[in-house]
């Protein structure tokens, strides 16, 4: 038997509040994750220079990993595109490593701890250097325009389609763990196959604008009115509640159980109930409502 109206507009209701109490919820989780990945590797698998420090050394090589032509191809390989979205991807990486960001990345780096170790951890150096790169995404997509938000927004709801149950569930609830996990690090190259050639420039796009939004420090976030964020709630759960109906009513139950304790979830369901919530925001197309619907997942602040 399926829910009645009433419980299908709780179950819908639940999710809305699952989703506010946890801002990392099925979004904004991964914005960063291309940033520099692969020349943080080449870094990792480098011996020191003695005349440098090792700040020094990886901003050098990060410059030269992306004016080097024969650097930037290893690079570049690793991601098995088709050659149209290489040359994106490319044009990213040139753009990406400005001198502004480069000092802001090192510094950001520094101040985690990367390169202080005398005997590196390197699983630990790229973990922390990959999540790092990540929360400086994370923190400049409110300080984005709409479209912006919306690329990312495109980015993270295929992302979570393409990782297994256990590493979704981490997604999901925001394990600080996630970014240790292989299937992570390598997750661009599979979701960028997915996108196209459009949505992947202007992912990209969105990205560098995010990283400099936050190196120059003086750009405000996006916020919330009161009547928008309430309006934004109301917007989601009625999209869940539709969404809802169309599920058999194991499938409901499976998604309402794990929204009650997503820590303790089976990986599936707490993956399935991530996919929920971006299907039923990406459900709702009025670009003015979804702005608002995007920004509230986020976490943007009211004013």
Same mark, same amino acid.
Do not use: W
């Given at each position: 038997?399926?829910?009645?109206?009433?419980?299908?507009?709780?179950?819908?209701?639940?999710?809305?509040?699952k989703?506010?109490?946890?801002?990392?919820?099925?979004i904004? +989780? #991964?914005?960063?994750?291309v /940033? @520099?990945?692969?020349?943080?590797?080449?870094?990792?698998? =480098?011996?020191p220079? *003695?005349?440098?420090?090792?700040?020094?050394?990886?901003?050098?090589?990060?410059?030269?990993?992306?004016?080097?032509?024969?650097?930037?191809?290893?690079?570049?390989?690793?991601?098995?595109?088709?050659?149209?979205?290489?040359?994106?991807?490319?044009?990213?990486?040139?753009?990406?490593?400005?001198?502004?960001?480069?000092?802001?990345?090192?510094?950001?780096?520094?101040?985690?701890?990367?390169?202080?170790?005398?005997?590196?951890?390197?699983?630990?150096?790229?973990?922390?250097?990959?999540?790092?790169?990540?929360?400086?995404?994370?923190?400049?997509?409110?300080?984005?325009?709409?479209?912006?938000?919306?690329?990312?927004?495109?980015?993270?709801?295929?992302?979570?389609?393409?990782?297994?149950?256990?590493?979704?569930?981490?997604? +999901? #609830?925001?394990?600080?763990? /996630? @970014?240790?996990?292989?299937?992570?690090?390598?997750?661009? =190259?599979?979701?960028? *196959?997915?996108?196209?050639?459009?949505?992947?420039?202007?992912?990209?796009?969105?990205?560098?604008?995010?990283?400099?939004?936050?190196?120059?420090?003086?750009?405000?976030?996006?916020?919330?009115?009161?009547?928008?964020?309430?309006?934004?709630?109301?917007?989601?759960?009625?999209?869940?509640?539709?969404?809802?109906?169309?599920?058999?009513?194991?499938?409901?139950?499976?998604?309402?159980?794990?929204?009650?304790?997503?820590?303790?979830?089976?990986?599936?369901?707490?993956?399935d109930?991530?996919?929920?919530?971006?299907?039923?925001?990406?459900?709702?197309?009025?670009?003015?409502?979804?702005?608002?619907?995007i920004?509230?997942?986020?976490?943007?602040?009211?004013?």
């Amino acid at each position: 038997m399926e829910f009645k109206k009433d419980e299908l507009k709780s179950q819908a209701l639940s999710l809305v509040e699952k989703v506010k109490q946890d801002k990392k919820v099925a979004i904004g +989780v #991964i914005a960063g994750a291309v /940033l @520099f990945v692969l020349a943080i590797v080449v870094f990792l698998a =480098s011996g020191p220079s *003695k005349p440098k420090t090792p700040q020094e050394q990886f901003r050098a090589l990060l410059s030269q990993a992306v004016n080097n032509d024969s650097n930037l191809n290893k690079i570049l390989n690793g991601f098995k595109l088709d050659e149209d979205k290489l040359e994106i991807v490319r044009d990213h990486y040139k753009k990406m490593f400005d001198d502004e960001l480069l000092d802001f990345y090192v510094k950001k780096l520094d101040e985690q701890g990367v390169f202080k170790a005398k005997n590196l951890d390197k699983k630990r150096a790229f973990a922390t250097a990959f999540k790092t790169m990540n929360d400086i995404a994370v923190e400049g997509i409110l300080k984005t325009s709409a479209q912006e938000r919306e690329a990312f927004f495109n980015y993270n709801k295929t992302l979570i389609t393409t990782l297994s149950p256990r590493t979704c569930k981490m997604y +999901v #609830i925001g394990d600080p763990r /996630l @970014f240790a996990e292989r299937e992570m690090q390598t997750s661009s =190259s599979r979701v960028f *196959k997915k996108m196209t050639k459009e949505q992947l420039e202007a992912y990209l796009a969105a990205q560098r604008a995010a990283a400099h939004s936050v190196a120059k420090g003086n750009i405000k976030s996006a916020t919330l009115t009161k009547e928008q964020a309430e309006k934004a709630g109301s917007l989601l759960e009625s999209a869940n509640e539709k969404q809802m109906q169309q599920l058999p009513v194991f499938k409901q139950k499976k998604i309402a159980n794990a929204a009650s304790d997503l820590t303790r979830a089976m990986p599936m369901d707490a993956c399935d109930f991530g996919k929920f919530v971006y299907k039923s925001a990406d459900s709702i197309t009025d670009p003015a409502d979804r702005e608002i619907v995007i920004l509230n997942l986020l976490g943007a602040a009211q004013q």
